[in-house]
């Protein structure tokens, strides 16, 4: 102890060179035990005791921890079996206990699949601490979870907007009729397109809507008579802003907001659009791509005959009315193989895109398989029950009697 005359405490402790750093180290290492303890205690279907008590009493009464403090070890326990590489980092000493607290709080409120993409961020990011702040770690966390919140508002609002969609044909009492209904955004990008390209440049003599309706029938005639236009849709994709599940913002080419787009919806809108991306950084344009996915004529026609509308189990519809959907992605490498090929209806094919449903086709059989989180469903191509096995042949009835064939009369 020394006194220090000037300090209204008479009396000041002199921590010894390193000693504080030996306490730290000792506190983090007691910190791991404990919460190792929970974690084991997971696994037992009793109760856990150390030294003859209860885990939760050992922990208040002899590691001096608050209720509190007890149910928040038992939340981190239970959390970090999603966040593995993060309670890796915590052993190591790269991690305190309150962050680690804050990372499995923070990550509550995400899925399981969402969390684990997290652990690994969070984890590097806790490693490289030497070099970065010690709240690097929570805030590259709180920007982790606030992005995937985006981008699970952008997926519900598709959702929403996808089960709305509905088309009903009017007829009026004096004479013709009319179309009513609602489009989720790809599908309304893909028809003003569409429509907007058969309207052709705006007449001076002719008001553009009658223009845009006389393009809608001049559409349904091309598919009626076998034609099959191909929008193009542009899409503006911000460098600064885009993320592993926002894409970018639709260009509708018309007056009203710019819908944003995931990226399930454009692998979807690409195979039944031509897509022309255009890329910028900031308020600064960059290029323009062509994103090219049209599947050949007669490899269409070959899956169209193969598959005789669509392959989605328990699904009725026609030729007429389907995409062909690439199983592996033109992103991942897939190609215009018909093997790598399926025939799939609009509403299908988002379905198979926004949900990542995993498609197997046997191309020996045509049986297509169809996974999600354990979900399995099958079918077969149209008018293929299966082959049936061929009844056995009939015993022949002088070998079951063992006796000589009698010779025909005229032999």
Known sequence: MTTTPDSPLTDRYDVPTGALSAWSHALHAAEVGLLEAYVEARTWRGTMAVEGMPLDDYARLVCRRSRGEVVRLRR????????????????LGFLTLAQLGAVCDRT????????????????DAAFAGATMSPDRPLAICDAQVKQLLSAREAQDAE???????????????????????????????TLTAAVEASAGPPSPHTPRSQQLAEGLVALASQRAEGGRA??????????????????????????????????????????????????????RPLTRIAARTEVPALTRQAVLARDRGCRWPGC??????????????????GDHDPDNLIALCRAHHLQAHRQEWELQLDPITGSLVCRRNGTLLE??????????????????????LDVERPLPAWA
């Open 159 to 189: 959702d929403a907007s996808v089960a709305a969609v509905h088309l009903s044909l009017q007829p009026s009492l004096l004479g013709g009729g009319g179309v009513k209904g609602h489009l989720d955004d790809a599908g309304f990008a």
């Open 230 to 283: 191909r929008p193009q849709v542009v899409v503006h994709v911000d460098l600064a802003d885009v993320t592993d599940t926002v894409a970018g913002t639709l260009s509708l080419g018309r007056p009203g907001p710019t819908p944003t787009i995931t990226a399930r919806t454009l692998e979807a809108l690409a195979c039944h659009a031509e897509l022309i991306v255009q890329l910028t950084e900031g308020e």
């Open 76 to 91: 981190i326990a239970d959390r970090i079996r999603v966040l593995p590489e993060t309670y890796r980092a915590f052993r």
């Open 379 to 400: 079918s077969r191509p149209r008018g293929r029950p299966g082959a049936l096995e061929a009844p056995d042949p009939q015993p022949d009835l002088w070998d079951l």
């Open 316 to 333: 009725d519809a026609p030729a007429a009315w389907v995409d062909v959907h690439h199983i592996v992605h033109r992103a991942d490498g």
């Open 108 to 123: 509550a409120i995400l899925s399981d699949s969402e969390s684990q993409r997290i652990d690994g961020i969070v984890a």
